[in-house]
């Protein structure tokens, strides 16, 4: 069965800042890989995804998430923090048994200080 | 284009009522899903289809039920809601069948409140 578990379900920054918000997963076959963003009062937005083709993804508004096998990892980052990145990050994961499914992570809700 | 569209926005319902959140969609894609946002749970998928006439359950599907007359409309009915079917609830569609890479677009939500 496939999992991912987010580390960490607040993280704040400042403005400029590295943004490192953190998810392993858990798999017993090579995984796809999800991160999504929620701003306040919306729904789901896909940030990036990994399909093995490559390790190191980059997304939207300057995020990229690099997967690595030997951690279980996928961790998503941001060189330098914007007001604008506010919002709840979700990891995911597709199940394999049904490919109609996503397991999400609990979330991390990333604030930006000025 | 408008892409997925629900409704209502927000409903405050009595214990035992029922009620149907809509869901519609423009993008002509195959596969629809419903989940429910929780806070410290994410989102848990609640029923699928990976096209229409076809359904499927999620995780959580007890007390929900779904149709899918056509590609565009994929509504969630509550027979008789209970308190713990408060929540937030997104339709999501996808342009596969379900396929590993699919990509998801998700709704702006519906905030239900069962009293």
């Known amino acids: 069965a496939q999992s991912v578990t987010q580390l960490g379900s607040h993280v704040s920054v400042s403005e400029g800042a590295l943004v490192l918000l953190r998810c392993n997963y858990s798999s017993s076959v090579p995984p796809y890989l999800f991160w999504y963003v929620q701003y306040p009062n919306q729904g789901l937005q896909l940030l990036l995804k990994y399909t093995s083709a490559a390790t190191l993804v980059k997304g939207i508004n300057g995020f990229e998430a690099e997967f690595k096998k030997s951690e279980t990892s996928f961790h998503l980052t941001k060189p330098s923090a914007h007001m604008s990145d506010a919002a709840e990050y979700f990891c995911a994961v597709r199940v394999y048994s049904s490919a109609s499914k996503i397991i999400f992570g609990s979330g991390t809700r990333l604030s930006i200080r000025p | 284009t408008a892409g997925i569209t629900q409704a209502p926005t927000s409903q405050i319902l009595a214990a035992g009522r029922s009620m149907t959140l809509r869901c519609t969609q423009d993008?002509?894609?195959?596969?629809m899903y419903w989940y429910r946002q929780d806070l410290g749970l994410g989102l848990r998928l609640i029923h699928y289809s990976n096209t229409a006439g076809t359904t499927g359950k999620g995780e959580v599907p007890d007390g929900y039920s779904v149709s899918r007359a056509n590609t565009d409309d994929f509504p969630l009915t509550l027979a008789s809601a209970v308190p713990s079917q408060t929540s937030v609830y997104f339709c999501?569609?996808?342009?596969?069948?379900?396929?590993?890479?699919?990509?998801?677009?998700f709704g702006p939500g519906t905030r239900l409140t069962v009293l």
């Open positions: 993008m002509r894609h195959n596969a």
């Open positions: 999501a569609s996808s342009d596969g069948q379900g396929s590993l890479t699919d990509t998801q677009y």
